[in-house]
């Protein structure tokens, strides 16, 4: 009797421990990385050249806020899109902490992909905005939104160790 | 955004009216919704283009070379018999107005007579001249009346001689030429 | 009860491993719970694309002049004299578009032509005798980016005589 009351006690601060903890980092994952700037962005494009292409459009109203961790971290990048039909392509820009990989094209259902890598962990900075340029292209033999629909990117960003 | 203000206010009115503001406002968002940008359709573009026509008068002959030959005598009179050659045609196309077909040798004085005559002139506006003596270099009236037209006919010549021009051969170089009237 | 009756039939070995369980279970569980993972967000990034239909001539104006070329005695067609120094220039991303021509000279003294040759996108139709009404000049050009120059015929007929024709030629996209 008495062991079984040390066992279950066992499984229920074991229990309890776990679910503290998943509650603490979960809360302070929430905070380390977010959006900024515009929440949704749409892109337009709207002209182009006879016998060449379509005019490209970039956009730079949002960017990405993260803070200093304990290792050295990297931010990767992802989306889904079903249905894509144009291109969509993403880059850091005015990054003061980290090194911006080369522009990453966005192609739906990609693996995640380096975005911003080697952010130190140094003191002397707790957060970086670096803007998010995102650049939109399409070829005349895409065709358009009229007869395709837009195209809607869920882009996902994830701050983890490098 | 309208939409949902609109929706806002059916709280405060009644159900007929709210419903028939709901649908007219459903039907509202559906068209912004499904009005996507649209630029440039069926666009169009022009350039342009003269198109000029100059005079133009060509003349050709189908006969480089022609060969006459004098050799019979008439038992009757005992003159020479004339040589005849029908076996050339003149063609010519003129886009200009009033012009004729002269025709000419280059030998001055000949000693052997040639008459030249346009015969059966067809797909033209011009009118032959009667038969030319050729006896000097000088231009004459072949085909006359000649307008904005292409035509052909068929050259004749006649090549005769005295007992008295004795025997020889001559060389003529003929050329027809367009010209104004 | 019946499971704590069940525990209390344990081995000595057994109970030992009992206890243990969730305290193994907890060094397990801890790499995750001090996760590589330190944040993540996403965000709607739409793009759209607008019907754009472009064309255009470069090379400027054309010139044909009829004379003493391309003239046969005996033959009233004079011609053709032709010109190749423009060409045309076209983008839709629509489907199914075709390009007509037509031009604006109602009762011209002379004969004009037009052909597209060499076109890299789309087909080409047959060569166009110019008139008021618009004539198929490239069709399956829908989707596409292209180009192809622009051979110009010209003939007259002698019995037309001589003067000039002005035309503005226009290429329209239209549906197919």
Redesign the interface.
């Known amino acids: 009797?008495r062991?079984?009351r040390?066992?279950l006690s066992?499984?229920f601060?074991?229990a309890a421990?776990?679910a503290v903890?998943?509650g603490v980092?979960a809360s302070?994952?929430?905070?380390?990385?977010?959006?900024r700037g515009t929440?949704?962005?749409?892109?337009?494009?709207?002209?182009?050249?006879?016998?060449?292409?379509?005019t490209s459009v970039v956009?730079t109203s949002?960017s990405?806020r993260?803070?200093r961790?304990s290792v050295i971290?990297k931010i990767t990048v992802r989306?889904s899109c079903p249905s894509q039909?144009?291109t969509?392509q993403v880059l850091a820009t005015s990054v003061t902490r980290g090194v911006a990989a080369p522009a990453v094209t966005l192609t739906s259902g990609m693996a995640a992909v380096d975005f911003i890598t080697n952010i130190p962990n140094t003191a002397g900075w707790t957060t970086a905005t670096p803007t998010l340029q995102?650049t939109?292209s399409?070829?005349?033999?895409?065709?358009?939104?009229?007869?395709l629909g837009?195209?809607?990117?869920?882009?996902?960003?994830?701050?983890?160790?490098q | 955004m309208y939409v949902s203000v609109e929706l806002n206010l059916m709280m405060t009115m009644n159900y007929s009216i709210n419903h028939r503001i709901f649908r007219l406002c459903l039907a509202l968002a559906l068209a912004l919704v499904t009005a996507l940008p649209v630029f440039a359709q069926d666009a169009s573009t022009s350039q342009t283009l003269t198109l000029q026509v100059f005079e133009t008068n060509r003349i050709d002959v189908s006969q480089r070379a022609v060969s006459m030959i004098i050799n019979q005598a008439s038992l009757e009179t005992g003159s020479p018999v004339e040589a005849v050659n029908e076996d050339g045609s003149l063609t010519w196309l003129t886009n200009g107005d009033n012009k004729k077909i002269t025709v000419a040798t280059n030998n001055a004085a000949p000693r052997f007579l040639v008459k030249v005559h346009a015969l059966d002139i067809t797909g033209s506006t011009g009118v032959a001249a009667p038969e030319i003596t050729l006896n000097d270099n000088t231009n004459r009236d072949l085909v006359m009346g000649v307008t904005r037209s292409y035509g052909k006919c068929k050259i004749r010549f006649v090549a005769s001689a005295k007992v008295s021009d004795g025997i020889g051969s001559e060389t003529h170089v003929i050329t027809y030429t367009i010209t104004g009237s | 009860m019946r499971a704590l009756f069940r525990i209390r039939r344990l081995s000595h070995l057994n109970k030992r491993l009992t206890f243990a369980t969730p305290l193994l279970l907890l060094l397990v569980c801890s790499p995750s719970l001090f996760s590589q993972t330190y944040g993540t967000d996403s965000h709607n990034v739409t793009v759209s694309v607008a019907t754009v239909n472009v064309i255009q001539v470069s090379g400027g104006s054309v010139n044909l002049s009829l004379g003493s070329t391309a003239v046969t005695a005996g033959v009233d067609l004079m011609g053709p004299v032709t010109n190749t120094s423009t060409t045309l220039l076209w983008g839709f991303n629509s489907s199914l578009r075709k390009v007509t021509v037509k031009t604006s000279l109602a009762s011209p003294k002379y004969i004009l032509k037009v052909l597209a040759v060499a076109p890299t996108a789309g087909t080409a139709s047959s060569e166009v005798t110019l008139s008021t009404t618009a004539a198929d000049f490239l069709t399956n050009t829908g989707r596409s980016s292209g180009s192809c120059t622009l051979q110009y015929s010209g003939y007259a007929l002698a019995s037309k005589g001589t003067g000039s024709d002005s035309h503005t030629i226009t290429f329209t996209v239209a549906a197919q």
Request: with cysteine; proline share 1%.
């Open positions: 009797m062991d079984d040390r066992y066992c499984w601060s074991v421990m776990i903890l998943f980092f302070q994952a929430l905070a380390q990385l977010t959006l929440a949704n962005p749409t892109i337009s494009i709207t002209t182009g050249t006879a016998g060449g292409t379509m956009n949002s990405i993260y803070t961790q971290t989306t039909a144009f969509l995102y939109a399409a070829t005349f033999a895409q065709g358009n939104s009229a007869e837009n195209d809607v990117h869920t882009v996902t960003y994830t701050l983890q160790a």
